[in-house]
């Protein structure tokens, strides 16, 4: 098992910044790659971005969705276990539940419980 623990979310008006942190603990030695991904009311969860962890070939690796190139930025901190999202000039679209995701390199997931973003206009 791998827990993961998000924080960081939060209201904040359009333009502004937010960081979001996951903390995974357990079988962390198993994980391949770390993601964020969110969920919108009324709409599917998406990939927001992803970084790569497990294989020395692609660590570090990262990708984002179109939707948030240029805007946020995914990194981690392999000491400590955390992946984090910085997110900069946010819009009202940006809006919804993030959810941190651990992937094993049998390509099972885990799922922290999610943080809220709201980002008013």
């Known amino acids: 098992q791998v827990p993961l623990v998000e924080s960081g979310g939060g209201l904040v008006q359009a333009g502004g910044s937010l960081r979001l942190s996951c903390a995974a603990s357990?079988?962390?030695?198993?994980?391949?790659?770390m993601g964020w991904y969110r969920q919108a009311p009324g709409k599917e969860r998406e990939l927001v971005a992803r970084?790569?962890?497990?294989?020395?070939?692609?660590?570090?690796?990262?990708n984002y969705a179109d939707s948030v190139k240029g805007r946020f930025t995914i990194s981690r901190d392999g000491a400590k276990n955390t992946v984090y999202l910085q997110m900069n000039s946010l819009k009202p679209e940006d809006t919804a539940l993030y959810y941190c995701?651990?992937?094993?390199?049998?390509?099972?997931?885990?799922w922290g419980k999610g943080t809220r973003v709201s980002v008013s206009s």
């Open positions: 357990g079988s962390v030695f198993s994980i391949n790659s």
């Open positions: 995701n651990a992937r094993r390199t049998d390509y099972m997931d885990y």
């Open positions: 970084i790569s962890s497990g294989d020395m070939t692609n660590y570090g690796m990262t």
